[in-house]
């Protein structure tokens, strides 16, 4: 168990996506759980009830070095077990035997103990309902339900037989089938139904990630099919027109230059509607992108607030500061942990300033570098003499900051 958590120490929690984050919790949830059961439902009530005469005490002892054992075999199958689960791995049943023969054990030092008079019955039960609870945490992610259920019956039913051979009181005998039962559903209720929550969260985030390579697909398709509809055209006729200026050329004809100057007038053509294509693809619509920020934001659980308006802005400048806008709010999903968002915009002394602010940055050094989304922003906005800047604004806070001149702005963004 300590070396899986070491494990985990390796990755900072900012790093980590929120399933993650939520299966981590999880399984430390499991850990405390399994010796707090321990504590307080086998250790302190055995050692205070149980008899001081030699065989009792050296039962006893027994019976609390079986215990921690079985937490320690807890705490080395919570997370294989919960992989069982997920389907990331089977699990054995070779690998519970150990457990299984710990429970055993604790069972017999349970009743031996009560047999020969030392150790009160309901500390008895208290103890077999640790016991019951430190295997079916585990029990309960490798075996289907209705199987978990049918075994637990077996059990009930011979435990109970052995109280009313033992104790010989019907209290005695349905208290022991009541701390079966129970024993089983808060197993069945903490192990079961928290594995459940947790892959349904993983298939949430898997479908998220899924969707967002769709979406990029379809862009590219798109864009794509729109590049073939205007080159496929001209550049059959293209061939057509220089395979024939070739034939009439080697004839001596002079109808040669007219196919090839036909051949640069298609050529000239097409290339001004590439021009066409890639400029709709790369425009952006600053008024658009807020409001698609402000949705993208607010689904993934982040308050996002926008100050400012668009209105009055060259259609140039709206262009690159809706890139802008664009490359931030996927920054702010993708990196960090991020609760809240501030985006302003302000027109001012013949300038157009964005800020997008937001909290939940990681201290780690790859936040602070660069990478290409914001050079290929510098790159848009250098066209129009505009200027960006990123960096921390504070503890755990990122600030992405452009300004963009408007009396140099020119009409049209250029293509390259």
């Excluded at 009560?114 to 309960?140: E, I, N, S």
């Excluded at 990029?216 to 398709?221: G, K, N, P």
């Excluded at 090839?260 to 600053?286: C, F, H, I, N, P």
Aim: include cysteine; aromatic fraction near 4%; charged fraction near 20%.
């Amino acid at each position: 168990m300590l070396g899986g958590i070491r494990g985990w120490q390796r990755r900072n929690w900012r790093d980590r996506s929120k399933a993650e984050r939520v299966e981590l919790q999880t399984v430390i949830t499991w850990y405390a759980a399994v010796w707090v059961f321990e504590l307080t439902w086998l250790t302190l009530p055995v050692a205070g009830a149980v008899r001081h005469r030699p065989l009792p005490l050296v039962l006893g002892g027994l019976l609390l070095v079986v215990g921690v054992l079985q937490c320690l075999a807890a705490g080395r199958l919570a997370r294989p077990a919960l992989g069982h689960y997920l389907g990331r791995g089977a699990l054995t049943a070779r690998t519970l035997r150990p457990s299984l023969v710990l429970l055993a054990l604790a069972l017999v030092l349970i009743w031996v103990l009560v047999l020969t008079g030392g150790l009160d019955p309901w500390a008895a039960r208290l103890a077999m309902g640790a016991a019951l609870l430190t295997f079916g945490l585990l029990y309960g992610l490798v075996v289907a339900v209705r199987v978990l259920l049918r075994r637990a019956t077996v059990l009930a039913v011979v435990l109970m037989a052995t109280s009313a051979l033992v104790l010989r009181a019907l209290v005695d005998v349905l208290m022991t089938g009541l701390m079966v039962v129970f024993a089983m559903a808060v197993s069945l209720l903490a192990a079961r139904c928290g594995a459940w929550t947790l892959s349904v969260l993983w298939e949430a985030e898997r479908a998220r990630e899924v969707e967002a390579r769709l979406a990029v697909a379809e862009e590219r398709l798109r864009f794509g099919r729109d590049l073939h509809d205007v080159l496929g055209r001209n550049l059959a006729v293209i061939a057509l027109k220089a395979e024939l200026a070739v034939q009439l050329a080697r004839r001596g004809r002079p109808e040669a230059v007219d196919q090839m100057t036909e051949v640069q007038r298609l050529a000239q053509e097409s290339q001004r509607e590439v021009r066409a294509v890639v400029r709709g693809y790369r425009e952006a619509d600053l008024e658009a992108e807020l409001a698609g920020a402000h949705g993208v934001l607010a689904a993934a659980g982040i308050a996002c607030s926008i100050t400012g308006s668009a209105a009055g802005l060259p259609a140039p400048v709206q262009s690159a500061l809706g890139w802008v806008v664009r490359e931030a709010a996927t920054n702010v999903l993708r990196h960090g942990d991020a609760r809240s968002c501030a985006i302003t915009l302000r027109i001012d002394d013949g300038r157009a300033d964005l800020s997008v602010e937001n909290d939940g940055v990681p201290d780690s050094p790859a936040r602070d570098r660069p990478g290409s989304g914001l050079a290929g922003l510098r790159e848009r906005l250098a066209e129009l003499d505009g200027t960006l800047r990123a960096g921390p604004a504070g503890p755990g806070r990122f600030r992405l900051t452009v300004e963009v001149p408007l009396r140099t702005a020119p009409t049209e963004t250029p293509v390259r």
